[in-house]
């Protein structure tokens, strides 16, 4: 019997962490972690319809955050919207955003969503590599940004720049934004790294405003 297993037992929001753990240790080991996250998700969904107001949008914003690093978005849409019954005015500073894209189209057409969304802090970069050295510098500083990256980017691919960030930090923000398919394998595949929101070419602004949403409400960070 793991301490999990014991933890789940007694319903104690213990459990989910030692199953994000065991998924950690899985994942830094190469190894499919999405059991051990599906397995939290659904936990946290069952703690959540019998904890207080607090401890229950804790547990959907948990349970959403699971879903997604396993690609089920219509469920974490579902947990996420249930977490938002338990929101009520709550003021939040605004993360920086690093947008990753070597369109000046996509790129100005993301400055000007974001910035009608209230985003201010907003760094642009059309390359994978300077990309890396602005988001490094922007952790190194206690900062934790929101990036939204491309997937086809010349010379460094966005799913490059996404595994080497999430070896860097394992929990940093990253919404994927690309014309593929989200089943498609590189997306999966980029997913399963850790990236945390999926966005389609093209996008309206609501479907830009629902990605941020899910990724700041699950941020741990």
């Known amino acids: 019997m793991t301490l999990a297993e014991n933890e789940m037992k007694k319903n104690d929001l213990k459990a989910g962490i030692l199953l994000l753990l065991a998924a950690e240790c899985k994942a830094k080991q190469g190894k499919d972690r999405s059991g051990e996250l599906l397995q939290a998700a659904k936990f946290y969904q069952k703690v959540a319809r019998k904890e207080k107001p607090a401890a229950a949008k804790y547990a959907y914003l948990c349970a959403a955050k699971c879903f997604l690093r396993i690609g089920q978005y219509d469920k974490a849409m579902g947990a996420f919207e249930k977490a938002k019954k338990y929101v009520h005015h709550i003021i939040e500073e605004k993360k920086p955003i690093v947008v990753v894209d070597d369109s000046p189209a996509i790129t100005l057409k993301l400055n000007d969503y974001l910035q009608r969304l209230g985003y201010k802090d907003i760094h642009t970069f059309a390359d994978g590599q300077s990309a890396l050295k602005s988001i490094k510098k922007l952790i190194q500083s206690s900062q934790n940004p929101i990036v939204l990256l491309d997937m086809d980017l010349p010379g460094m691919t966005g799913d490059e720049v996404a595994k080497t960030l999430l070896k860097l930090k394992p929990e940093l923000s990253i919404i994927l934004i690309t014309a593929d398919e989200k089943t498609s394998p590189r997306v999966r595949k980029t997913i ?28 741990i960070t």
């Not at 990236?195 to 996008?203: D, G, M, N």
């Not at 830009?208 to 899910?214: F, G, S, Y």
Request: charged share 15%; glycine share 10%.
């Open 192 to 219: 399963g790294w850790g990236s945390t929101a999926f966005v389609q070419k093209p996008f309206s602004i609501n479907e830009l405003k629902n990605a941020l949403d899910v990724t700041i409400s699950g941020s």
